[in-house]
T-cell receptor
Framework: DTGVSQDPRHKITKRGQNVTFRCDPISEHNRLYWYRQTLGQGPEFLTYFQNEAQLEKSRLLSDRFSAERPKGSFSTLEIQRTEQGDSAMYLC?????????????????FGPGTRLTVL | QQQVKQSPQSLIVQKGGISIINCAYE??????FPWYQQFPGKGPALLIAIRPDVSEKKEGRFTISFNKSAKQFSLHIMDSQPGDSATYFCAGGGGGSYIPTFGRGTSLIVHP
């Protein structure tokens, strides 16, 4: 399967624990996005990378959230000291983009998501 | 905050009918308007997308109508089928921004 993959698919944790999610994008894609989706809502943008550079992280929900893409390939999203309000689906998406206005936003391919439940 | 407003929140249609979902956007710099389809337990998948230089785009039973002056666009699903039952999201993006804005979604149920 050459699509976007995410691991794990489901995560149940206790409040206060740290969790880490992994995303493997489509191999030729240079941009990688993380979103949070809660029930009845559309995907909410969290952060994105172009290659290994994190170009926007101001919308991460709090300083408990952090993301990395160390070699410009897979990415991880970590939530420290989880809270019940962090329970949601965390989606990863990838795309190929070039610089310049004409190609600023192209089709994103989403992974299946990681469903987090914080007890 | 830039928004994309989507309506209705839920829609029930009989098999063979037309499903219509509407979106309105605020950011006139947006230059890419996709519609995503999401089934339970799956990530969203691109269904069809349009850029503002055209007023309509059709792919099979799915059509986007785009009204630039009104800052509105809509998805029409012709001959709706039970397999179309899913949640549909519109989005706006581009115009120099790499960050898309999604609508809140429409839950479509097509009765057989």
């Amino acid at each position: 399967d050459t699509g976007v993959s995410q691991d794990p698919r489901h995560k149940i944790t206790k409040r206060g624990q740290n969790v880490t999610f992994r995303c493997d994008p489509i191999s030729e894609h240079n941009r990688l996005y993380w979103y949070r989706q809660t029930l009845g809502q559309g995907p909410e943008f969290l952060t994105y990378f172009q290659n290994e550079a994190q170009l926007e992280k101001s919308r991460l929900l709090s300083d408990r959230f952090s993301a990395e893409r160390p070699k410009g390939s897979f990415s991880t999203l970590e939530i420290q000291r989880t809270e019940q309000g962090d329970s949601a689906m965390y989606l990863c998406a990838s795309t190929y983009g070039t610089s310049g206005r004409q190609s600023s936003y192209n089709e994103q391919f989403f992974g299946p998501g990681t469903r987090l439940t914080v007890l | 905050q830039q928004q994309v407003k989507q309506s209705p929140q839920s829609l029930i249609v009989q098999k063979g009918g037309i499903s219509i979902i509407n979106c309105a956007y605020e950011n006139t710099a947006f230059d890419y308007f996709p519609w995503y389809q999401q089934f339970p337990g799956k990530g969203p998948a691109l269904l069809i997308a349009i850029r503002p230089d055209v007023s309509e785009k059709k792919e099979g039973r799915f059509t986007i109508s785009f009204n630039k002056s009104a800052k509105q666009f809509s998805l029409h699903i012709m001959d709706s089928q039970p397999g179309d039952s899913a949640t549909y999201f519109c989005a706006g993006g581009g115009g120099g921004s790499y960050i898309p804005t999604f609508g809140r979604g429409t839950s479509l149920i097509v009765h057989p």
